[in-house]
């Protein structure tokens, strides 16, 4: 069974960074999709990034050059147990949102619970 757990989410002021992780255990799938996703209240769920098994990258274009998205495990096809981060820079009040952590392999998605990030002043 799929876990996916998020953290690192909080308050920050306009221009600063948070990094989220996405711990993810219970999978042995080597071809996979990680996701990063946001919801902000009243509005559809949007994707923000994406990771591929291939280490290809993806960005949604409110994101690009502020946001990376990275892995870190021992082998880059090794899925059983690793994390998935989104590195967030200069950071903006309209990235305020529940952001979520999405898994998809063998055919199935997963999705973690979400971590909130508040960016005010």
């Known amino acids: 069974q799929v876990q996916l757990v998020e953290s690192g989410g909080g308050l920050v002021q306009p221009g600063g960074s948070l990094r989220l992780s996405c711990a993810a255990s219970?999978?042995?799938?080597?071809?996979?999709?990680m996701a990063w996703y946001r919801q902000a209240p009243g509005k559809q769920r949007e994707l923000v990034a994406l990771?591929?098994?291939?280490?290809?990258?993806?960005?949604?274009?409110?994101?690009k050059g502020r946001f990376t998205i990275s892995r870190d495990n021992a082998k880059s096809t090794d899925n059983a147990k690793s994390t998935v981060y989104l590195q967030m820079n200069s950071l903006k009040p309209e990235d305020t949102a529940v952001y979520y952590c999405?898994?998809?392999?063998?055919?199935?998605?997963?999705w973690g619970q979400g971590t909130q990030v508040t960016v005010s002043s």
């Open positions: 219970g999978s042995t799938f080597s071809i996979y999709i």
């Open positions: 990771l591929t098994s291939l280490g290809s990258t993806n960005y949604a274009d409110s994101v």
């Open positions: 999405k898994q998809t392999s063998g055919g199935k998605s997963y």
